[in-house]
């Protein structure tokens, strides 16, 4: 999502927007109107690209875990060679900029999760597994004495030190985008380095 460059689909616009409105007002206070309103079409056009707002949170969901992942397994196969210190970085810096880019993703997950059907949600949950275990993999080559268990702890304490981005928008609460990257940056490294030390 975050990091096309071209101008996107009505389909990605909808998801854009609904995404948005759910994360504001939650799933239930939102209406098609409203989602289509957002985009510039008839609540009911909305019909034609989704077969409601079930479908849009499902794929607002499975998708932005399939991106994840997906991304993350990019970065480690362009990093083949690399130090792991450095796939750890570009681990890093992809789920920043999701952080960052998406954040209504990121309540929406929070809050809506659990209004997805059991498949869907069941996907979800296998797709972040994964993009778990990824990381744990690179974690613990780059701190070979770091055990499993304590890796794992830490790679879901960085994703919630991330994934804290919706929280931090109060006006001069950050510096600029790349303030706030490199500053995040600093301090997923750091836990993983606490980690490693304990």
Do not use: C
Request: aromatic share 6%; charged share 30%; glycine share 10%.
């Amino acid at each position: 999502m975050a990091t096309r460059t071209d101008a996107p689909t009505r389909r990605e616009q909808i998801l854009k927007e609904a995404a948005r409105l759910f994360a504001e007002r939650g799933f239930h206070g939102v209406g098609v109107d409203e989602i289509g309103a957002a985009v510039g079409i008839s609540g009911p056009g909305l019909y034609r690209h989704f077969a409601g707002k079930d479908a849009m949170l499902a794929e607002l969901l499975v998708g932005i875990s399939e991106s994840l992942l997906r991304g993350a397994k990019r970065r480690l196969e362009e990093a083949e060679g690399v130090a792991p210190g450095a796939v750890l970085d570009s681990l890093i810096e992809g789920h920043i900029d999701f952080a960052l880019d998406d954040r209504p993703l990121i309540t929406l997950h929070d809050r809506e999760l659990d209004r997805l059907r059991d498949a869907d949600r069941k996907l979800v949950r296998q797709l972040q597994r994964q993009y778990v275990e990824l990381w744990v993999g690179v974690v613990r080559r780059h701190y070979p004495d770091l055990p499993e268990p304590a890796a794992r702890s830490a790679v879901h304490s960085v994703f919630g030190l991330l994934n804290s981005t919706p929280h931090l928008t109060r006006p001069g609460s950050l510096p600029d985008r790349a303030g706030t990257a490199e500053l995040l940056h600093r301090m997923a490294r750091g836990a993983f380095a606490a980690a490693a030390r304990s």
